[in-house]
């Protein structure tokens, strides 16, 4: 089973605010999680790699995975409108394969 | 570097018309892929070939072909196109299965 659920969106904050964005996983197997970005009318961009369990940090950003509620979540501190962008979640499954959630935009405020 | 590129940016077809979209890669990866992005669906993969000479299905390979021509290139064919496979094509590479995936800018496809 390959199945990633991504809360909701959009999301609509003013700039500078804390943008946190959340999925769920169903196979508690698998390790690596990645967080992609995607401009409008763009392709997607890797913007985290997390293993396993715990936090890693890059700048403005952190991802986070909970592997006992198999939990992914992505912090934006500080947000710019240059962050307006759809975030994907995703997983590796397997197979040079990866599992895709559906998406949420963001929209920061200036 | 040019990174992944495909071809055509847009497209329209009427139902039953055919045509292939191209997509290339210029950073020698293994691998390569073909998604689908629908709204509400988020990215679907159509096939994937882990290496020249070898592809695979993915979660919704009904309707498509492929062919991965060489290391370079791969490219996707819709024989009989439908108004359910108007959607936004990606192309994308990895080196290899664990890393980072490649995306190209996409292909806008409309079926009428």
């Known amino acids: 089973q390959k199945e990633v659920e991504q809360d909701p969106g959009p999301l609509s904050v003013p700039e500078g605010a804390i943008v946190s964005l959340n999925c769920t996983y169903s196979?508690?197997?698998?390790?690596?999680f990645m967080w992609y970005r995607q401009y409008s009318r763009k392709g997607p961009e890797l913007l985290m790699y997390t293993y396993s369990s715990g936090n890693k940090e890059d700048g403005r950003f952190t991802a986070q995975v909970d592997k006992s509620s198999k939990y992914i979540s992505l912090f934006i501190r500080d947000s710019q409108p240059s962050d307006s962008a759809t975030y994907l979640c995703s997983y590796y499954y397997g197979n040079n394969r990866l599992a895709f959630g559906k998406g949420n935009q963001v929209v920061v405020i200036p | 570097n040019a990174g992944v590129t495909q071809t055509p940016k847009f497209q329209v077809l009427k139902t039953g018309q055919s045509m292939t979209l191209q997509c290339a890669q210029d950073m020698n990866h293994n691998s390569m892929y073909w998604y689908r992005q629908d709204p509400g669906m988020g990215l679907r993969l159509i096939y994937y070939s882990a290496s020249e000479g070898t592809t695979d299905k993915g979660e919704v390979p009904n309707g498509y072909n492929v062919s991965r021509l060489n290391k370079r290139e791969f490219s996707l064919r819709l024989e009989s196109a439908a108004p359910s496979q108007t959607s936004v094509y990606f192309c994308a590479s990895s080196e290899v299965s664990l890393e980072e995936q490649y995306f190209g800018p996409g292909t806008r496809l409309t079926v009428t």
């Open positions: 196979n508690s197997a698998f390790q690596y």
